[in-house]
């Protein structure tokens, strides 16, 4: 029933009342019956222009055939009768259709928009009231059409609107702002509005228009953002303290032992030196009115004292290799060769020993250490002869990116079983009576080779000699370069071997 | 320069044994020295400048310095022998325990003369003794004594 109160269709049917009293003075008859027959298709087509044109083309078609038949010899007077009649009321009812259609198509974007989009008058009574705003607010627009806006608005937020409306009438177009509104259940939403005045023809605002959308989830997204961003941060700083506590306490213990050693080297030290003294001392002035047991006793002390000193000049050593402020460069494993061979000068005259070694390449560490690991390496293998004049032999191959040496030695050899616990600190397969030394050496080569990120090894077996392994990082930008640097050596180290 | 007069050498050195290892190394190398001994930095300082008690001290040839001591360590007798004008050309042994690589740099930093660590065989302190006092008392030239 909608349809007919809408005005293109009361115009059509005052055009098709028209049009039939016109006909009506004149003559009844096929064209009135026509023209009344096309008001009412009208009406009833009157859904959509399209259809308002189709029914007045069909209906024309109709007059033309009415008008041959009914007057064929004045039919073009009756035509063009019923052609006014027909396409008179077509136009505007078309045309009224047209925007109507256009009007209720906007009026559905707005209606069924999920954002509530409601309007109101200056005086602030809700003139238009959506969908959106129905599932937003929860009042039906029966509810709120005719009513005061600010049942919405919270009490605090007042005078908001009077803002909003001064804002707009001192000619802003378009107001967007965060506030809070109130549900018909009492709840509170966050919501963003966009407000823009309604302005009629003559350019006089006659209210507003707001369009607002729910931003309770971004608000609490937001919200939720922001607590994780300083939760991540509050974490942060709490690690960084951590860690900073942690370098703290390491520096402490590091210093602490850095002082221990210290302590170690000069404190331990002194007494020791007053035992071996002062026994050496008995021994020179009591020499001759002493039995032999406390000759004895007295050598026993002072060996005693000698090798304690040892022990503590070795452990020393071996905490220096972290501790120590070193220097880290590339070195000339030829030349720690060389250093090493002199320190041990007695040792291998002493037993006769061949030290041999290929020509060596260039590495990088500092050549203290690298000095105490060959040394260590090689005295080693002088140590654990057997009865054959000792062999040792250095050399070295290329791997990846390390440099992978070999001492190889024909000494006594180890079991393969034994591999791994000759580089524990203080563990020694041998007597000391037999073997002489603090066990210290090898954790200490371990201990360097570490230090550069290698690994030490050994290979061999009882009876058949053996080999320490050990590999020490590749200075890339040096590759190459030992080869000729150490070709000439070749001849001078083998020189040496030959004459040890 | 041999056999001029007997040289007199300060130990500054707290330990009593070290003091008693050190002066029997001396008269066991029958060396012509007047060893003096102070216990501490302190005495030391107040020997070579002559104050609280030591007024009549000799200046020193040669001064044996250990490094661990109380109240004031030999790093401390270096640094104020440094500043002391009228000090500064005493040679100055460093003889002490510890041959760490910290205090080693140091003593050199500070221009001590030689830095010797006491060996813990009494035989071989003994040659060190003598290699210092032949050394330092024969072999080389000392600046001459100002006063």
Redesign the interface.
């Known amino acids: 029933m909608r349809i007919l109160t809408s005005r293109p269709l009361l115009l059509a049917v005052a055009f098709a009342i028209a049009a039939l009293a016109f006909w009506r003075q004149i003559e009844l008859g096929v064209p009135s019956t026509i023209a009344y027959a096309t008001a009412v298709a009208f009406a009833y087509a009157a859904r959509s222009s399209k259809w308002v044109w189709i029914v007045a083309a069909i209906c024309s078609l109709l007059a033309l055939l009415g008008a041959m038949i009914d007057q064929p010899t004045a039919w073009h007077d009756l035509l063009a009768r019923s052609l006014f009649a027909i396409w008179a009321p077509a136009y505007p009812c078309a045309k009224a259709l047209t925007e109507r259609a256009e009007r209720e198509c906007l009026a559905g974007i707005v209606n069924w928009s999920g954002d509530a989009i409601i309007s109101q008058t200056l005086d602030g009574i809700v003139t238009h009231w959506n969908r959106g705003a129905e599932s937003l607010y929860g009042y039906m627009s029966e509810e709120m059409i005719g009513k005061p806006y600010s049942a919405v608005v919270p009490s605090n937020h007042g005078d908001e609107c009077s803002g909003l409306k001064q804002k707009l009438r001192a000619g802003e177009t378009v107001i967007q702002c965060e506030t809070t509104r109130i549900c018909k259940d009492g709840s509170r939403l966050d919501v963003a509005l966009t407000a823009s005045p309604i302005i009629d023809s003559i350019g006089k605002m006659t209210g507003i228009a707001t369009i607002g959308r729910d931003i309770t989830d971004k608000k609490r997204i937001d919200a939720e953002r922001q607590r994780m961003a300083e939760e991540l941060e509050r974490r942060v700083e709490e690690r960084s303290a951590d860690l900073r506590r942690a370098k703290e306490a390491l520096e402490r213990s590091n210093r602490d032992l850095q002082q221990f050693a210290y302590v170690a080297s000069h404190d331990l030290q002194t007494p020791l030196r007053a035992i071996a003294g002062f026994a050496q001392f008995l021994q020179i002035d009591y020499g001759g009115r002493l039995d032999a047991q406390a000759e004895d006793y007295i050598r026993r002390i002072i060996r005693g004292a000698t090798r304690l000193q040892e022990l503590i000049q070795d452990l020393l050593e071996f905490s220096r290799v972290e501790s120590r402020e070193c220097s880290i460069g590339p070195v000339d494993m030829n030349e720690v060769f060389e250093r090493s061979l002199d320190a041990l000068h007695a040792a291998i005259q002493e037993s006769g020993a061949q030290v041999t070694k290929d020509p060596l390449p260039m590495v990088t560490g500092n050549p203290f250490h690298l000095g105490s690991l060959l040394e260590n390496l090689i005295d080693n293998a002088i140590k654990y002869r057997t009865e054959a004049a000792p062999r040792i032999h250095v050399s070295y191959v290329q791997e990846d990116d390390v440099w992978r040496f070999r001492v190889k030695d024909n000494g006594i050899g180890i079991a393969p079983e034994y591999g791994d616990r000759i580089f524990e600190v203080f563990q020694r397969l041998h007597a000391a009576s037999d073997y002489p030394g603090t066990g210290i050496g090898l954790s200490l080569c371990r201990r360097i080779v570490t230090r550069y990120g290698g690994k030490i090894w050994v290979e061999g077996d009882v009876g058949r000699g053996s080999s320490f392994l050990f590999t020490l990082p590749k200075p890339a930008e040096l590759d190459g370069a030992h080869a000729g640097a150490t070709a000439n050596e070749t001849s001078s180290a083998t020189d040496r071997g030959d004459q040890e | 320069m041999t056999q001029r007069r007997l040289a007199d050498i300060l130990l500054v050195e707290d330990?009593e044994?070290?003091v008693y290892?050190t002066r029997?190394g001396f008269e066991r190398a029958k060396l012509p020295v007047t060893l003096h001994h102070v216990a501490n930095g302190c005495e030391c300082m107040a020997f070579l400048r002559r104050e609280g008690g030591y007024e009549d001290a000799p200046v020193p040839d040669l001064i044996l310095l250990d490094?661990?001591m109380p109240r004031m360590d030999g790093r401390q007798v270096m640094e104020a022998i440094a500043k002391d004008e009228r000090l500064r050309t005493l040679p100055v042994v460093i003889l002490?325990?510890?041959?760490?690589?910290a205090d080693l740099l140091e003593m050199y930093k500070l221009r001590c003369s030689t830095y010797v660590a006491?060996p813990?065989?009494?035989?071989q302190?003994e040659s060190v003794i003598e290699g210092i006092q032949s050394y330092w008392l024969n072999v080389a030239a000392l600046p001459p004594k100002e006063f």
């Not at chain 2, 002490?96 to 690589?101: I, N, P, R, V």
């Not at chain 2, 813990?120 to 035989?123: A, C, E, K, M, R």
């Open positions: 330990n044994d070290d290892l029997r490094l661990n002490t325990t510890s041959k760490s690589d006491k813990i065989d009494f035989d302190f």
